[in-house]
């Protein structure tokens, strides 16, 4: 349900693989489901609809807890010591809560390292942001001044010869009989007498109208003139400002428009890099603040733990005592690593010593198989956990036999009392004990392999047993060997 899945398993010549679990937990309905395509391509579902593959994980791990070979091997990594320990006694909780905020020291310290980043070349980034917003104020620019500029440079470059071509195109309109005011206006004389005539009436009120032009334009001519003068001090003083006008265009952008926006930009960054210091003084309070709660949850949790680990210890060597290892010690050794992190301040190992007189080593270095498949099942004894949930253990009977294997089947049947337990063995003592028995077989039919599963009946069940017992020879005593095995683990005795 949990790991990526290969097409591989799916079987030859089908489309598809399905996986399926119909759960009770707590009062709730769970039908999980996951399909793996031909193509590698996975689909989760929940109660028939469809879910993340992450979702149908957590709630695999809410539901189900699997002990197989690399479960066991799991007590091997002392990096796992310290989750087991808080289950031990039950201080996943407080863990959660500091891990939770050393996270939120790390991200403040993260966030204070940027904003100290920041605030190194503040002083000078502040003053050349100063400078550049003074620079585009004090140059007051207008809209369409650069165009304006132009022209009025172009008009003052020109003025002698502008000047001179106004003054002709004046005293050809307007001065002298024989300027074109005069031939309009003598014109206009020639049609008064025949005012009073309608046909020529709309004519000469034309002509009148022409020499009125003429002598707007006149006057317009004249107006332009005053005007237009050689002035070289307002040369150089147009040509400097077209100069000033193409420098900030080259330093802080193309037109008007982005100038503007780039002085708006500045002031915004100027804004934000004076509150700099107010921030981070305010984070340097808030990481000090979050230090000190961190150093406080951890020191509480390391407590906790010094203090609850001789009664987990106790609670292991009993456990282990019934799973036929007495006289095994088992110690938590707990040490300050010198640093905080999620898990807190502690450096956490298990040690053991399998004789008596023997000195206690790393359970990491010295334990076999066996005795790592009954560890991991005395400490899942001690847990407890969750009634209700389902626990499967695979491989638990590596490495034993005879009598310790039947104690294993004890225990795992005192489990079941509070969870569902499903056990896969080979063992005839751990099978006993269980209050169903399912036999898997691989069926040959049609050329191919199928696997099957059923459950099996009491006669079917002393067969399998006595089958687990004596092998492929079962004889009269392996029946009744088993079938008194079966009593016995029925009424739990052992």
Known sequence: MRTKVSSDIIRTKADQAEILGHFFYKDQEFILKRIVSTHGRSRSFLNGEPITTTRLSELGDTLINIYGQNEFHYLLDRENYISILDSLLYLDNERTTLSEKVQTLRRCESELSAK???????????????????????????????ERVKENLKIIKEAEKIQASLNAIYEGLYEGEESVHGVIKRFTGLLKPFRDIDTLQGLMERIETISYDMEDISLQIRELEKGIVFDPGELQRLDERLQRIYELKSKYGKSYGEIKKYAASARERLAYLKTLTTDIDGLEKKRTSLAQEVQHLAQRLSEERKKGTKSVEKAIVNELGFLSMKGMQFHIEISNKGTIDE???????????????????????????????????????????????????????????????????????????????ICITHLPQIATYADRHFLVEKVFAKGSARTEIKQIDNSERVQEVARMMGGATITEKTIQRAEEMIRHATKGIH
């Open 116 to 146: 100290k980043g920041e605030i190194e070349g503040q002083e000078k980034e502040m003053a050349l942001l100063d400078f550049q917003i003074d620079e585009i104020d004090q140059a007051a620019l207008q809209e369409n001044e650069e």
């Open 343 to 421: 898990n807190g301040m502690d450096d956490i190992d298990f040690l053991i010593s399998t004789n008596p007189g023997e000195p206690l080593k790393p359970l990491r270095k010295i334990a076999s198989g066996g005795e790592l498949s009954r560890i991991m099942l005395a400490i899942k004894r001690v847990i407890g956990g969750d009634e209700g949930k389902t626990l499967i253990f695979d491989e638990v009977d590596a490495g034993i036999g005879g009598r310790v294997a039947d104690l294993v089947g004890k225990r795992l049947q005192d489990l079941a009392s509070k969870h569902q337990v």
